[in-house]
């Protein structure tokens, strides 16, 4: 069956950097249209960022524009999401999703997502 598993979350102060994987599993990674998504205590869970098949393709919520850089490496049927200049309202728990549709760029609503991971925790220190 399809699988997407998070990883490389944890603690961090403020103005840090931290790595977070996506590895699939049971589908042909480069036909999935990945993305990220994040849930913070009490809020709804939002889009972060998402890339098409090739990587061509990119969105980014407003918040982490010129920050955060989503990429995937098809060979490692993996996605990543590079977090820079981190602040505490970044917290929040971090989801992978994947669906086969066709991506051609713009907002990738959560919606079209089938397949989620179980999430990896981020937290910023002030």
């Known amino acids: 069956q399809v699988q997407v598993v998070e990883s490389g979350g944890g603690l961090v102060q403020a103005g840090g950097s931290l790595r977070l994987s996506c590895t699939g599993s049971?589908?042909?990674?480069?036909?999935?249209?990945m993305g990220w998504f994040r849930q913070a205590p009490g809020k709804e869970r939002e889009g972060v960022s998402c890339?098409?098949?090739?990587?061509?393709?990119?969105y980014y919520e407003d918040s982490v524009k010129g920050r955060f850089t989503i990429s995937r490496d098809n060979a490692k049927n993996t996605m990543y999401l590079q977090m820079n200049s981190l602040k505490p309202e970044d917290t929040a728990m971090y989801f992978c999703?994947?669906?086969?549709?066709?991506?051609?760029?713009?907002?990738?609503?959560?919606?079209?997502?089938?397949?989620w991971g179980q999430g990896t925790q981020v937290t910023v220190s002030s």
């Open positions: 999703a994947a669906h086969s549709d066709y991506y051609g760029g713009g907002n990738c609503p959560q919606t079209d997502f089938r397949y």
């Open positions: 890339i098409s098949w090739s990587g061509k393709s990119t």
């Open positions: 049971g589908l042909t990674f480069e036909h999935y249209t």
